[in-house]
Nanobody, 115 residues
Framework: QVHLVESGGGLVQAGGSLKLSCAAS????????MNWYRQGPGNQRELVAN???????NYVDSLKGRFTISRDNVWNRVYLQMNNLRPEDTAVYYC?????????WGRGTQVTVSP
């Protein structure tokens, strides 16, 4: 059974940093692209970044330079380093992967950025 658990969210002031973590189980982790999404208040869920099993990364253009996605294929974790956070980054951040044609999501971790 695929299981994704996010952690690392919290309350931070604008300009601060947070590093999110997603622990994955139930899949051959190194073979799977991992994704970070977010959903802000009143907004649709949107892709933030993803990383292939071999480490190729992709970012939403608006977040390039502030956010960095990485992974550890030994510990089956994917990370999202977020720097210079802004109030508009406030959202629930989700980890997602696809396994055998089905999307699996974690429950999310709340990130709140105060002005």
């Amino acid at each position: 059974q695929v299981h994704l658990v996010e952690s690392g969210g919290g309350l931070v002031q604008a300009g601060g940093s947070l590093k999110l973590s997603c622990a994955a189980s139930g899949i051959n982790f190194r073979l799977h692209t991992m994704n970070w999404y977010r959903q802000g208040p009143g907004n649709q869920r949107e892709l933030v970044a993803n990383i292939t099993g071999s480490g190729v990364t992709n970012y939403v253009d608006s977040l390039k330079g502030r956010f960095t996605i990485s992974r550890d294929n030994v510990w089956n974790r994917v990370y999202l380093q977020m720097n210079n956070l802004r109030p508009e980054d406030t959202a629930v951040y989700y980890c997602k992967t696809n396994y055998k044609g089905r999307d699996y999501w974690g429950r999310g971790t709340q990130v709140t950025v105060s002005p």
